[in-house]
C-alpha cells in the first residue's frame, strides 16, 4: 500500500464551500468507452472562496472549462480534481471518458450482463464524473444518454421523460429531467434491452404514475409479484404514514450483477433480480416475502432517504433506520406481525449483536469512517430500527406520526441529521428524549439483569433491574440508557394482574433509566408468572432465573404471540446452554421430558397460527448459540444442537407426523396463511428427515412438489439429515436448473452449509459448476459467503484450512470486487471469540492479508481494526 487511507471523523463535518444547484449530464455510450460531459451551475457558499476540489475516482480527464473558456486552474490528483482562482458563481463544464466494461467493482457506470447500468450510494457518483460527490449538495438534474438503439433500446435516467430522438448511425438519444434536487448518490442510468411489465396507480389525490418494471428478456412471467408488492407499498404509505408518490413514474429495472439489495436512486430503482423475480416454479416464500420487503423498502425511501436525505454519511441511520422500521411496519400490517418480529428479532439477537461484539462495533450513528460502504451494517440498519421503534414504542403511533409530520415541514428538500429527527419527534409529542438520544452515540449491546421478589404479607412485586454495557473494541466507558422495558404479570389461571402502583394502573412499558432501579407493584396477590421484554422492547439481552415450569407456563399463557414464541426460546437456550458445558465436561446430553412436552402442546395447539407454530419449533441458529458464550465451542455448540433437534424428532415423531399430512395443500396459493402451513409443514419434514422414514419421505415431497418452497425444503432436509438421496435429489435438481443462476443459488447455499464431512473440499469443487462465478455477488454469497458464516463446524476447522480458503479467495476479490470482499471478510474479523489453536491460525490468515500491496481501503480497514491490540 503506498498511501496509508485516512479516517473522516463525524466531529469534523463541514458545509462545503461551494454548492452546485443544477447539473446537465449528457451521456455518449460506446462499446470502448463512454464520454460523460457535465455541466454544472456552482455558487459559493463561503465568501472569500476561490478553490474547490471535486471528488473523481478511475476517470480519464478530457477538459475543464469555466463560463465557456478553458480552464487551466486545476490540478489532478488520486482522489479528484482541484480547482482554483474561481468567481463566486460560475458554469463548470468537465469531459470525462469512463470504461463501463472494465468496471468489476459494481459501483459507478457498469455493465451487468450487456446492459449498462449505475450504483453510486455511498460514493460512485465520482466515478462517472468529477463532483461534489457529498449528499449535503442537492442540484437539480437533466440527462441526456446516446447509445445504439438495437443494443439499447431503453435509455431510463431520474425523472421525467421530457425528450427523444434518433440519429443516422443507428443510435438515439433520450432527455431526462428530475424536478426534485438531489444529492449525487440518487443519481441513476440504466440502457439496455429488457422486458417491460406495465401497470398505474392512482394517488389518493388522483394523479395516475405510470409504473415500469424492466427485466431480462424472457422473465416477464416473473414480474407479477414485485408489481403487485409496488403497488401496495404505494397504498400502505398513504395509509399509515400520509406520504403520497411525487413523481408522474417510477422505474425498477432488475439485474444479475449487483452489490447489493437494491438501490433507491429517485424514481429510477435498480434492484437485484433477487429481489424482483418470482413465480411460483423459481421462487419460494420466503423470496415472495422478501420481494414484498425489499420492494417496499426502497419505495419508502422516497420520502426518508430521497426528500429528506442525510447531512452526511455519518448519519446513515437517519434514512436506514427509519426505513428498515417503515418496511418491517408494512410486512407486518400486510402479514403476521409475531412472525415479521420473531424474523426482525433472531437478526438483532444474532448477527447484530455479535457486530457488537467484532473489532467493527460502532453506535448506529458512527464516529469515524475510512470505507463507508463498510458501515451498511446491521447496527446501522437493523439497531437503527429498533431505536426508531423504541421511540414509536415511547410516544405512541399518534405522537409518532406527528413527530414525522413535523421532521417532513421542517426538512423537506434538504440534508438532515438523526439530532433533526429527533427533536421533531419531541417537539411534536412534548417527550424528553435527552437520555434516549445516547443509543446515537453509544455502541455494544446493553445487558438487562432482572431479580424479582414477591412479599406475600404486602402483596407486593419487586423488579430490581441492572442494566451494563459491556466495553466494546470502539468505546470502552458505557452510561445508563433510557431502556424501555415491557413487561405483563399472570397469576397461575392464566389471567392477567394489572400493573399498579399506589393502586393506580401504570403502564406496561417500564422506563429504565438508572444503572440499578428497583420498580415496586401493589395489589399483586400471588407470586405472579412474569413476562419480559415484551415484543423485545429495547435491543438488549436479559438474564432472569426463569423455571422450566415458568416458561412453559408462558408458551401457553403469555396474551401476545411473541412472548410465546420468546418464552419457547429461553426454554431452549437454557437447555442449550446446559448441555453444551456437558459435553465440554465429558459427559452426556440430557433433554427433560417435560421440555419435550412443553414443545407437545405447541404442536397440539389448535388456537395457535400455523405459522407462529413453525417458528416456536425452529431451534436457534449455531451462530445465535454462539453468542451466548464468551468462548465459541463450535463443535459443542452442533453436537448438542443436533442432539436436540433429535431428541424432539424422536419424542414428537406422532405430532410431527400427523401435522405433516394434515398440512398438505392440494394447489399452490400465496396467501399468508397457505404460506404459514407450508412453512409448517417443512418445518415438520426437517424433524421427520432425521427419522427412519427420512429417506422415503423426502423422496416423496421432491417428487410431489408443485412449488419451490416445497422442493427447496426437501434439498435442505435431506442435506441437513445428511440422508442417502441427498445427492440424486441435488443432481435432479441442479439438472433442471444449472442455467438459471438465481434459482441455483439455493442450491449452492446448500452446499456451502452442508454439514458432512469434506465439507470444504465439496465447496471447492462446486465453484467449477458452470452456473457458479465469483464475478457475480449473488453466487459468491450463496456458496462461499454461506460456507463461512453458516457451516461454523466446517469453516473452522481445526486445520484452519476453511481460514486459508477464504483467504485465497479474499485476494482475488480484493482487486475485482472490494466491496464483496469486505462483507466476505467478517467470520475471520471475529477471531477473538474461538480458543487460542483457532485464534492464531484466523489471525495469521488476517495478518497475510494486511501484506497486501494493493489492499483496497474496504478491506484495509477491517483488518487493521481486527488486528489493533
Ligand atoms: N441505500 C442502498 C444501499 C446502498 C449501499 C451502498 N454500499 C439500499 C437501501 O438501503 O435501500
Ligand atoms: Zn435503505
Known amino acids: 500500500m503506498t498511501q496509508q487511507p485516512q479516517a473522516k471523523y463525524r466531529k469534523d463535518y463541514k458545509a462545503p464551500d461551494f454548492t452546485i444547484t443544477h447539473i446537465d449530464l449528457d451521456f455518449d455510450l460506446q462499446a470502448s468507452m463512454s464520454r460523460v460531459i457535465a455541466k454544472s451551475r456552482v455558487t459559493q457558499q463561503v465568501t472569500g472562496a476561490?478553490?474547490?476540489?471535486?471528488?473523481?475516482?478511475?476517470?480519464?480527464?478530457?477538459?475543464?472549462?469555466?463560463?465557456?473558456?478553458?480552464?487551466?486552474?486545476?490540478?489532478?490528483?488520486?482522489?479528484?480534481?482541484?480547482?482554483?482562482?474561481?468567481?463566486?458563481?460560475?458554469?463548470?463544464?468537465?469531459?470525462?471518458?469512463?470504461?463501463a466494461a472494465a468496471n468489476t467493482l459494481l459501483e459507478g457506470l457498469y455493465l451487468s450482463d450487456g446492459a449498462y447500468c449505475t450504483q453510486c450510494e455511498a460514493e460512485g457518483f465520482r466515478r462517472i464524473t468529477y463532483y461534489l460527490d457529498r449528499p449535503d449538495v442537492l442540484a437539480k438534474f437533466t440527462t441526456k444518454i446516446t447509445a445504439d438503439k438495437a443494443a439499447f433500446p431503453f435509455l431510463l435516467s431520474n425523472g421525467n421523460n421530457v425528450g427523444a430522438g434518433e440519429l443516422s448511425d443507428g443510435r438515439h438519444w433520450v432527455q431526462w429531467d428530475d424536478p426534485y434536487a438531489k444529492p449525487s448518490y440518487l443519481f441513476a442510468l440504466v440502457a439496455g434491452d429488457f422486458d417491460l411489465l406495465s401497470d398505474k396507480f392512482k394517488t389518493r389525490s388522483g394523479r395516475d404514475v405510470a409504473l415500469e418494471i424492466f427485466v431480462d428478456k424472457g422473465n416477464l412471467n416473473r414480474a407479477e409479484h414485485a408489481m403487485t408488492s409496488l403497488k401496495n407499498s404505494m397504498k400502505w404509505d398513504e395509509d399509515r404514514f400520509d406520504l403520497e408518490y411525487d413523481l408522474d413514474i417510477y422505474m425498477i429495472v432488475a439485474v444479475d450483477f449487483f452489490n447489493m439489495g437494491a438501490m433507491e436512486n429517485k424514481g429510477l430503482n435498480v434492484f437485484n433480480s433477487k429481489y424482483v423475480l418470482a413465480n411460483s416454479d423459481t421462487a419460494t416464500d420466503t423470496d415472495y416475502?422478501?420481494?414484498?420487503?425489499?420492494?417496499?423498502?426502497?419505495?419508502?425511501?422516497?420520502?426518508?432517504?430521497?426528500?429528506?436525505?442525510?447531512?452526511?454519511?455519518?448519519?446513515?441511520?437517519?434514512?436506514?433506520?427509519?426505513?428498515v422500521f417503515r418496511d418491517q411496519e408494512f410486512s407486518s400490517d400486510l402479514g403476521s406481525r409475531a412472525v415479521n418480529r420473531i424474523n426482525n428479532v433472531r437478526i438483532v439477537r444474532g448477527p447484530q449483536f455479535a457486530e457488537d461484539r467484532s473489532p467493527m462495533a460502532h453506535p448506529i450513528r458512527p464516529e469515524k469512517v475510512i470505507?463507508?460502504?463498510?458501515?451498511?451494517?446491521?447496527?446501522?440498519?437493523?439497531?437503527?430500527?429498533?431505536?426508531?421503534?423504541?421511540m414509536h414504542t415511547l410516544l405512541g403511533?399518534?405522537?409518532?406520526?406527528?413527530?414525522?409530520?413535523?421532521?417532513?415541514?421542517?426538512?423537506?428538500?434538504?440534508?438532515?441529521?438523526?439530532?433533526?429527527?429527533?427533536?421533531?419527534?419531541?417537539d411534536a409529542s412534548d417527550a424528553d428524549l435527552a437520555q434516549f438520544r445516547l443509543w446515537y452515540s453509544q455502541s455494544g449491546t446493553p445487558e438487562l439483569t432482572v431479580t424479582s421478589d414477591f412479599d406475600d404479607k404486602a402483596n407486593t412485586l419487586s423488579l430490581t433491574v441492572k442494566q451494563y454495557t459491556p466495553s466494546t473494541a470502539d468505546q470502552k466507558e458505557k452510561l445508563p440508557l433510557l431502556i424501555p422495558f415491557d413487561i405483563e404479570l399472570y397469576a397461575a389461571n392464566g389471567d392477567v394482574i394489572e400493573l399498579q402502583r399506589n393502586g393506580v394502573a401504570v403502564d406496561n412499558v417500564l422506563r429504565v433509566t438508572e444503572a440499578e432501579q428497583t420498580f415496586v407493584f401493589d395489589n399483586v396477590e400471588e407470586n405472579p408468572v412474569i413476562s419480559m421484554l415484551r415484543e423485545f422492547s429495547a435491543p438488549v439481552t436479559l438474564n432472569y432465573e426463569y423455571s422450566d415450569e415458568d416458561l412453559a407456563f408462558l408458551m401457553v399463557h403469555a396474551r401476545n404471540e411473541f412472548a410465546r414464541w420468546d418464552a419457547g426460546q429461553m426454554l431452549l437456550a437454557k437447555h442449550i446452554k446446559a448441555n453444551v458445558a456437558r459435553v465440554q465436561a465429558g459427559e452426556t446430553i440430557i433433554f427433560p421430558e417435560e421440555v419435550v412436552d412443553a414443545f407437545r402442546g405447541v404442536l397440539l395447539?389448535?388456537?395457535?397460527?400455523?405459522?407462529?407454530?413453525?417458528?416456536?419449533?425452529?431451534?436457534?441458529?449455531?451462530?445465535?448459540?454462539?453468542?451466548?458464550?464468551?468462548?465459541?465451542?463450535?463443535?459443542?455448540?452442533?453436537?448438542?444442537?443436533?442432539?436436540?433437534?433429535?431428541?424432539?424428532?424422536?419424542?414428537?415423531?406422532?405430532?410431527l407426523s400427523a401435522l405433516y399430512h394434515s398440512l398438505n395443500q392440494r394447489t399452490y396459493t400465496i396467501t399468508h396463511e397457505s404460506i404459514g402451513k407450508r412453512s409448517l409443514r417443512n418445518v415438520c419434514l426437517g424433524y421427520l428427515a432425521l427419522g427412519e422414514q427420512g429417506n422415503a419421505l423426502v423422496s416423496a415431497h421432491f417428487e410431489t412438489a408443485n412449488n419451490m418452497t416445497d422442493t427447496a425444503a426437501a434439498l435442505a432436509a435431506a442435506t441437513h439429515a445428511e440422508l442417502t438421496n441427498r445427492d440424486a435429489v441435488m443432481a435432479a435438481f441442479s439438472d433442471k436448473w444449472q442455467h438459471d443462476g438465481l434459482v441455483m443459488d439455493k442450491w449452492f447455499l446448500?452446499?456451502?452449509?452442508?454439514?458432512?464431512?469434506?465439507?470444504?473440499?465439496?465447496?471447492?469443487?462446486?465453484?467449477?459448476?458452470?452456473?457458479?462465478?465469483?464475478?457475480?455477488?449473488?453466487?459468491?454469497?450463496?456458496?462461499?459467503?454461506?460456507?463461512?458464516n453458516n457451516n461454523p463446524v466446517h469453516f473452522h476447522e481445526k486445520d484452519g484450512a476453511g481460514y486459508k480458503f477464504l483467504s485465497d479467495i479474499l485476494i482475488q476479490l480484493n482487486e475485482s470486487n472490494p466491496q464483496v470482499a469486505s462483507r466476505l471478510i467478517d467470520p475471520l474479523l471475529k477471531f477473538k471469540r474461538f480458543d487460542s489453536d483457532r485464534q492464531s491460525l484466523m489471525r495469521a490468515q488476517l495478518e497475510r492479508l494486511a501484506l497486501l500491496d494493493n489492499l483496497a481501503k474496504d478491506l484495509y480497514e477491517k483488518i487493521n481494526k481486527a488486528l489493533e491490540v
Open 50 to 99: 476561490d478553490s474547490m476540489f471535486l471528488d473523481g475516482d478511475a476517470l480519464s480527464l478530457q477538459r475543464v472549462e469555466v463560463n465557456g473558456q478553458p480552464w487551466p486552474h486545476y490540478e489532478e490528483t488520486s482522489e479528484g480534481l482541484h480547482l482554483s482562482q474561481l468567481p463566486s458563481e460560475f458554469d463548470l463544464e468537465i469531459e470525462t471518458h469512463i470504461d
Open 289 to 323: 416475502l422478501g420481494i414484498e420487503a425489499v420492494i417496499g423498502h426502497e419505495y419508502f425511501h422516497n420520502w426518508t432517504g430521497n426528500r429528506v436525505t442525510c447531512r452526511d454519511w455519518f448519519q446513515l441511520s437517519l434514512k436506514e433506520g427509519l426505513t
Open 397 to 426: 403511533e399518534e405522537n409518532f406520526q406527528r413527530g414525522m409530520k413535523l421532521y417532513f415541514e421542517r426538512h423537506d428538500g434538504t440534508a438532515a441529521t438523526c439530532e433533526d429527527f429527533v427533536k421533531a419527534m419531541e
Open 371 to 390: 470505507e463507508m460502504n463498510n458501515f451498511y451494517t446491521l447496527t446501522v440498519y437493523e439497531k437503527g430500527s429498533e431505536v426508531i421503534r423504541m
Open 605 to 655: 395447539s389448535e388456537e395457535l397460527d400455523v405459522a407462529l407454530i413453525a417458528e416456536v419449533m425452529t431451534l436457534p441458529s449455531e451462530n445465535e448459540i454462539g453468542g451466548w458464550f464468551d468462548v465459541v465451542d463450535v463443535d459443542a455448540i452442533h453436537q448438542v444442537r443436533d442432539a436436540i433437534k433429535l431428541s424432539l424428532s424422536t419424542a414428537l415423531a406422532d405430532e
Open 750 to 788: 446448500l452446499q456451502g452449509c452442508n454439514p458432512s464431512v469434506g465439507a470444504l473440499d465439496n465447496v471447492k469443487a462446486q465453484m467449477s459448476h458452470p452456473a457458479f462465478s465469483l464475478k457475480n455477488p449473488n453466487r459468491t454469497r450463496s456458496l462461499i459467503g454461506v460456507f463461512c
